[in-house]
């Protein structure tokens, strides 16, 4: 396979990433409402709506801002149509649950609302990783260069880490492992458990990538992750305890 994997359209040279994006989100759509029609939801349908408007709204504000971040020597030349161009999937999971908080917190919901997302975001992620993967060094989603027997050409003649094959990898592992937790845990500790393994992992694979770094030579991405290990700090020493119980 050679990289960046492209299709031809009327003689022109498209990455598949756009379309595993829209397929992403469609599918990441259709397992959600799949799912929600098989459980009782305490919550109306009026305010799941709201609820995902806010989850949408803070991941776009989110994704972008986080983006921009990833490379502070080149916010002072950022131009507005790059700023919306350019987003990372960890922003957006910050700024959605902002978003979604201050959703609730407006509309009165007190009830834990993300269990039900989990599923659908492991989906959504693996197919749009995929997208990813298939642009090689041409997406901003490819490790240093490697001589670990995983390391890949991803277009420009080295071995280097394909972090999002890893990623992709790392969701079948947590798609697994939230079917057999099922109603294991109390409502709202599936999606908590997800945010935390989700950012531990960003948190080290940020370090087999060419990152930028935003302050004591860590990147904004292992902010934000350290941002979520604190947020859920109570979570965590509660799911410790009771595994070491």
């Given at each position: 396979?050679n ?33 929600k ?10 305010n799941r709506?709201?609820?995902m408007l ?5 991941a ?9 971040l990833?490379?502070?020597?080149s916010i ?18 910050i ?13 009165g919901?007190?009830?834990?609302s ?19 993967f ?15 027997f995983?390391?890949m050409?991803?277009g ?42 989700y ?7 940020e370090?087999?990538?060419?990152y ?34």
């Amino acid at each position: 396979m050679n990289f960046p994997v492209r299709f031809e359209l009327f003689g022109e040279l498209y990455h598949w990433h756009y379309i595993f994006e829209t397929l992403a989100f469609l599918i990441g759509i259709r397992v959600y409402y799949f799912l929600k029609k098989k459980i009782v939801d305490p919550i109306s349908d009026e305010n799941r709506l709201w609820i995902m408007l806010g989850a949408m709204i803070g991941a776009l504000i989110g994704s972008r801002v986080i983006a921009a971040l990833e490379d502070p020597e080149s916010i002072k030349h950022l131009s507005l149509l790059a700023f919306f161009s350019n987003k990372t999937i960890a922003g957006g999971f910050i700024g959605g649950l902002f978003g979604v908080e201050l959703i609730k917190k407006i509309i009165g919901v007190k009830i834990a609302s993300g269990d039900l997302y989990v599923i659908p975001i492991i989906v959504a992620l693996f197919i749009g990783r995929i997208g990813c993967f298939l642009m090689g060094i041409d997406e901003p989603t490819f490790g240093v260069e490697t001589h670990f027997f995983t390391g890949m050409d991803l277009g420009d003649g080295l071995k280097r880490h394909p972090v999002a094959l890893y990623e992709m990898i790392y969701m079948v592992f947590l798609f697994l492992f939230f079917i057999f937790l099922k109603k294991r845990l109390i409502n709202g500790d599936h999606f908590k458990l997800f945010m935390v393994l989700y950012f531990l992992y960003r948190f080290l694979v940020e370090f087999i990538k060419p990152y930028h770094p935003l302050f004591l030579d860590l990147s904004v991405i292992h902010w934000i992750s350290l941002f979520i290990f604190n947020y859920y700090y109570k979570f965590i020493l509660r799911i410790s305890n009771s595994i070491l119980k």
